[in-house]
C-alpha cells in the first residue's frame, strides 16, 4: 500500500531570476505474510532551486535538496543534503 503527494511552487522574480521549491512525500506499508509482520516507511524530500539567465547563451544555477527516510526499523533510518552549483552555456 502507498501513498505519494507533492507540491511544487515557482516564482520569476525578474525576467533573468527564477526560483522553483518543492516538497514531496512517500508513504508504503508492506506486508510479509511468510513473517507475519509489517514495515512501514515515509520518504521526504525538500528542494529548493535558483537560477539566473546572464545572457541568452549562459545560465547559472544552485540547487539544494534535503531528503529523509523514517522506517518503522530503526537502522534503516537516515537523510542526506546535497548542494549543487553549476551553470549551462548553449551555442
Known amino acids: 500500500l502507498t501513498y505519494r503527494t507533492s507540491l511544487s511552487y515557482l516564482r ?4 533573468r531570476l527564477s526560483l522553483n521549491a518543492s516538497a514531496a512525500g512517500y508513504y508504503s ?12 516507511g515515509t520518504n521526504l ?10 545572457n541568452r547563451q549562459l545560465t547559472l544555477n544552485a540547487n539544494f535538496t ?6 518503522s526499523d ?6 542526506r ?8 552555456y548553449a551555442f
Open 81 to 88: 543534503s546535497r548542494l549543487f552549483i553549476g551553470g549551462e
Open 66 to 71: 534535503y531528503y529523509k527516510t523514517l522506517s
Open 29 to 40: 506499508t508492506v506486508n510479509y505474510d511468510f513473517l507475519d509482520s509489517d514495515q512501514t
Open 12 to 15: 520569476s522574480f525578474t525576467p
Open 74 to 79: 530503526d537502522n534503516l533510518d537516515y537523510d
Open 45 to 54: 524530500s525538500f528542494t529548493l532551486s535558483l537560477d539566473y539567465r546572464v
